[in-house]
């Protein structure tokens, strides 16, 4: 049984019920439900991971929606206790929603938001950070510093990889994939080898343009190529980043074969999702593989890692903060908030999930709308063009 949930509330005296299983960054999130007429209820528990019991507590006999986390099991059995409590609405403060079964929750009448649109760069940003400190060895060199083991400048003291001229390849063109290869191209004037089932071509045009401006210059234009297989990509590219979707066909993509086809020097980047990676495969690689690195923000059994990840010299291990910036953060706890409101109040459905732009202003109120809600077709919601 669980145990008593440690509570904050929020205008006691509201209309309509929503929880939020955890504190979420800023304050403006709290201020729409108020306005809207919501007690907000958050729980303060000192506990990471909510269990499914925890949550139901949370619900209780009466909640309109709740906003919760990627980490936890939404599935029937807490679809089944927030529609018995009159729930309309629950959103995942995440762009991803692997953890939630959509189909329950559909059975169910509840809407399933989510937070897209918001995290493309902030992504590709540490997606780039993670490039850099595998390539350059950042994380051995601070720790070698804080241990006082610097005694003087050496010739061979922490050598990486220039990134300089060498070629990035992309596994999945999507945003976050094609903003981290613009970013590498123009930043570090990287060759581009990309891999996806549909053309990018807008990043395609991006590369091009660079490439002319840089020969325009007197330097040697940057090149994309659009490679017809990701073992194509794995054995051409010097840092490899994934940015694939994660479902059946993609679920260990990289694993002991594929592993073998990239250089021996290569960098691999994965902030996508964790069981992209065989982590065993890729633990076993490192080992063998001493000037192969990593750098990964996601992990197949997360929060653990495989045995013997934690200890490798040659791997750079962050805990999922690839949407760790404030303005990302507070961004997706006002985009999940108003996709609950939004179902609670009979709003339509914004039709373009990725335009969250007028959700985010905050000198204007927000559409009255749903700005992402990844069932709505399966409920019959109306959608608004905004």
């Not at 049984?1 to 403006?28: D, F, L």
Request: proline share 6%.
């Amino acid at each position: 049984m669980a145990t008593p949930m440690s509570i904050e509330v929020w205008n006691p005296n509201g209309k309509y019920r929503v929880i939020s299983t955890k504190p979420m960054p800023g304050t403006r999130w709290i201020n729409l439900l108020v306005e809207g007429g919501c007690r907000v209820e958050i729980c303060t528990q000192k506990k990471t991971i909510l269990s499914v019991e925890d949550i139901i507590a949370l619900i209780g006999e009466k909640c309109d929606g709740v906003i919760g986390q990627l980490t936890e099991d939404w599935g029937e059995t807490l679809f089944s206790a927030l529609s018995k409590a009159g729930g309309k609405a629950f959103s995942n403060m995440a762009v991803g929603y692997n953890n939630v079964d959509v189909n329950a929750a559909t059975k169910h009448g509840v809407a399933v938001g989510n937070t897209p649109g918001v995290l493309t760069e902030t992504t590709a940003e540490l997606a780039a950070a993670l490039s850099l400190a595998a390539a350059r060895r950042i994380v051995e060199a601070d720790e070698f510093m804080r241990a006082g083991l610097y005694d003087g400048w050496l010739p061979h003291l922490f050598v990486g990889n220039l990134l300089k001229g060498q070629t990035v390849g992309v596994i999945g063109a999507g945003r976050i994939g094609s903003a981290y290869a613009r970013m590498m191209v123009e930043g570090f004037k990287m060759n581009l080898i990309y891999f996806d089932l549909y053309q990018a071509t807008r990043l395609e045009k991006f590369v091009t343009a660079y490439g002319e401006f840089l020969k325009a210059n007197g330097e040697p234009p940057v090149t994309w190529k659009r490679a017809s297989s990701m073992g194509e990509v794995l054995q051409q590219a010097d840092l490899i980043s994934l940015h694939p979707i994660l479902d059946k066909t993609t679920y260990h993509l990289v694993n002991k074969e594929s592993l073998s086809l990239m250089k021996k020097d290569a960098i691999l980047i994965n902030c996508s999702r964790g069981p992209v990676i065989d982590e065993v495969a890729l633990v076993e690689h490192l080992k063998a593989n001493p000037m192969f690195r990593v750098g990964l923000d996601v992990f197949e059994d997360e929060p653990q890692m495989k045995p013997g990840l934690a200890e490798l010299k040659n791997a750079v291990l962050v805990p999922h903060i690839a949407s760790a910036s404030k303005w990302t953060r507070e961004g997706m706890a006002t985009l999940a908030a108003l996709n609950v409101l939004g179902k609670i109040k009979g709003y339509p459905v914004c039709s373009d999930p990725n335009r969250v732009e007028p959700f985010l202003n905050e000198n204007v109120p927000p559409p009255s709308a749903s700005p992402s809600i990844v069932n709505a077709k399966a409920l019959g919601l109306p959608l608004s063009k905004l």
